[in-house]
């Protein structure tokens, strides 16, 4: 019920806050829109969904597809709400270069379809089929838009528009660099937890290492890099044709793969440390050597663990990757920055957006890998 | 089971490989050599750095586009640790790399310029190529209404306004409010004082923020830090009050390129030279307010700009 009403709340304030804002050019502020000042046809639709989505939330009645549908409802009106702007631009004093940033309303109203949808899923009988379909309605929804030109407008895209090469540039750049510093994460960090599972003297000195590196601001640690790099590099000239330099990729992978070994140490350790005596003892009865015992036993039972320290360190990293930037490193964090020095909100969107995409998309994928590699004895026990 | 890991930690280990592998050998193509060019993270470094790109490219060199990169200071590193070739720089600025700031002739366009190039050459082996005619210096924008009531149009206007008790409020960084090379210099330059209730501080602020805040009145601000060729001001209905009593340091801006660089490819000189030397003031001004106000791409605007002085067919 809770949780009902708060949809119900979420559908109200999408139309209390304004939905868009509409911006003579790049830099001026521009003007709100409310739904209400829109012609009667839109804000009447918004009344009557409004009321529609009050009726069933306090009815008792659970109908997935009503929910399904609308959620598409919902999307479509914010959608042709759009498409009413892009040719009516100048009712809010602007013209050609004219564009459409989304507001507070307009996020609450994704929140509230998200919202609706969940709520759709979770009461429905057909799970394989309801979300597949959803998604299949709303990407045609959006792509029919786009089609009739309802985004030509938008702000955020025509950001997008001016630097797309770049974008796809500093988007691979972004993932590249976050991959291989959880990579050389991974490919340190698990063999040392396994050594300070294995070790007291050395699990204090590993975790002592590791925590202390966590503490330093990440700006801080970019920074520190530097100066040490760089006289590397003068030095050396082998590693400076690598391309191993004071600022660019070198430090922000040596500064990223820092970050990441925590959580990966600190998971292998406790995969490892915390599996039941009784199964060791179990398999030393059956007449494994240790090496047997790490490879069959061991090994499979912690791997979940690991792959959930590598899945942590990875959403970990592709956050801190946008502060790469500041040291030249690139990645998405270039148009975050562009964005605050040029305070265009929508720029620092075209950075900010793909991040949190990125960061999902890496944990579910993990979720499906950690699922993958549980063994199957291990899956039942946990009745999933 | 612990195939599994390995299978995952290997699809890591050759994300890693791969991109090594990338970002270490890119295709090679015949051209006469490869030049970086970069430039910093605004408007006008985007604006000047794509120029600089587009040419080059035209003239047949591998140009690889790192415009955009950073801020002065990671410029300035770079290319001394030689990752980059060639960005645009200001000449005034020189004088902060060289602690040379209380010199008088960096306020002189010529011989700022001179300064710069005998410094920088000596130092690091820098070249300074011809400078650009329009001076990006820090200045003091006022909203037009203002202005025009008052008829504002120096800084010495400015301050007899100020001290006849007439209302200003000026939006400000940290740094223009309390380093010695800005407002204090004006504040004695031109005998007025702005007190602390006359100045809206925004930490870290930039003049894209600082103009903004007067445009809309934020606060009460009606005066804001500026860059002489912030291409905004125009939009935003601001003008910028003359120095007459010049101030500032003059940062005109001109490609700096690495002496070794140069020597290699000395033609890069004949290719520059003929553009910087056509954007002034009012050119910078228009080009930047269509990256900043018109939120057109950079690549854009500078190709259209050289094409239309055939200076790129």
Not at chain 1, 265 to 290: D, K, P, V, W
Not at chain 2, 48 to 65: K, R, T
Not at chain 2, 104 to 115: G, N, S
Not at chain 2, 248 to 259: E, F, I, M, N, T
Request: aromatic share 10%; proline share 4%; with cysteine.
């Amino acid at each position: 019920m809770r949780f009902k009403i708060f949809t119900g709340l979420c559908a109200v304030c999408t139309f209390l806050l304004p939905l868009f804002t509409v911006k003579p050019n790049r830099i001026q502020t521009g003007s709100a829109v409310w739904v209400f000042e829109l012609p009667p046809g839109y804000w009447a639709a918004a009344v009557i969904l409004i009321f529609l989505i009050a009726f069933i939330v306090f009815s008792r009645r659970h109908t997935d597809i009503l929910f399904l549908l609308f959620s598409l409802a919902f999307m479509t009106l914010l959608l042709a709400i759009l498409h009413y702007l892009q040719g009516h631009l100048y009712m809010w004093d602007a013209q050609e270069y004219g564009r459409i940033s989304f507001s507070g309303g307009f996020w609450i109203a994704l929140l509230t379809i998200y919202l609706l949808l969940s709520w759709a899923y979770r009461n429905t009988r057909h799970k394989q089929l309801l979300l597949p379909i959803a998604i299949l309605l709303m990407t045609a929804g959006v792509f029919l838009f786009i089609l009739v030109g309802s985004f030509e407008h938008t702000a955020i895209l025509l950001e997008y528009q001016n630097r797309s090469q770049k974008f796809l540039m500093e988007l691979l750049n972004h993932i590249n660099l976050s991959l291989a510093a959880v990579g050389t994460a991974t490919v340190i960090g698990v063999p040392a937890g396994i050594w300070a599972a294995r070790s007291q003297k050395y699990r204090i000195l590993v975790f002592k290492t590791v925590n202390g590196i966590q503490t330093i601001p990440s700006l801080a640690l970019f920074g520190l890099m530097i100066a040490p790099l760089a006289l590397l590099s003068q030095q050396f000239p082998v590693l400076r044709s690598l391309g191993i330099a004071g600022i660019g990729t070198a430090p922000a992978l040596i500064a990223l793969t820092l970050y990441s070994l925590l959580p990966i140490i600190r998971n292998t350790f406790t995969g490892i440390y915390y599996i039941e005596t009784q199964i060791i003892s179990a398999a030393h009865g059956m007449g494994m050597n240790r090496a047997q015992t790490f490879r069959y036993i061991e090994l499979p039972l912690s791997t979940p663990m690991i792959l959930t320290g590598i899945r942590m360190s990875l959403v970990q990293c592709i956050g801190n990757t946008a502060v790469a930037a500041l040291i030249g490193a690139g990645g998405l964090g270039t148009f975050i920055f562009q964005g605050l020095g040029q305070s265009v909100p929508d720029l620092i969107l075209l950075g900010v957006i793909p991040v949190i995409l990125l960061s999902i998309l890496f944990d579910r994928l993990f979720h499906l890998a950690e699922h993958w590699a549980t063994p199957r004895g291990v899956r039942l026990a946990w009745g999933n | 089971m612990n195939k599994k890991l390995v299978l995952v930690t290997s699809v890591l280990a050759l994300s890693l490989a791969a991109f090594v592998i990338l970002t270490g050998c890119e295709p090679k193509q015949e051209t006469k050599g490869k030049v970086v060019i970069a430039s910093k993270i605004d408007t006008e470094g985007a604006l000047l750095g794509s120029m600089i790109v587009q040419l080059l490219d035209h003239h047949g060199y591998e140009a690889v586009d790192k415009t955009e990169f950073g801020t002065t200071e990671v410029m300035r590193k770079a290319i001394r640790a030689e990752e980059i070739d060639i960005y645009p720089e200001y000449t005034g600025n020189v004088a902060f790399f060289h602690n040379d700031a209380d010199n008088p002739v960096w306020k002189d366009p010529q011989e700022a310029y001179a300064r710069a190039v005998e410094l920088d050459e000596e130092a690091y082996d820098l070249r300074w190529l011809q400078p650009a005619p329009a001076n990006n210096t820090w200045a003091i924008a006022v909203r037009q209404d203002l202005a025009e009531q008052n008829s504002l149009f120096t800084l010495a206007d400015l301050a007899e306004y100020v001290n006849n008790g007439g209302n200003l409020k000026l939006a400000c960084s940290e740094e223009f409010a309390s380093r010695q090379g800005a407002l204090p210099s004006f504040e004695e330059a031109y005998n007025f004082k702005l007190e602390k209730d006359q100045l809206l501080i925004l930490s870290g602020g930039n003049t894209a923020t600082t103009e903004r805040a007067a445009a809309e009145q934020t606060d009460g601000v009606n005066a804001a830090m500026a860059y002489g060729t912030d291409g905004a001001l125009a939009a935003l209905g601001l003008v910028v009050l003359e120095d007459n009593r010049n101030v500032q340091h003059v940062y005109q801006p001109a490609p700096l390129v690495r002496g070794e660089v140069l020597d290699k490819y000395p033609e890069i000189e004949t290719i520059l030279n003929p553009v910087f030397g056509t954007l002034d003031l009012k050119t910078l001004q228009s080009l930047n307010s269509r990256l900043a106000v018109h939120g057109e791409a950079a690549s854009d605007v500078a190709q259209e700009y050289l094409q239309e002085n055939g200076l790129l067919k």
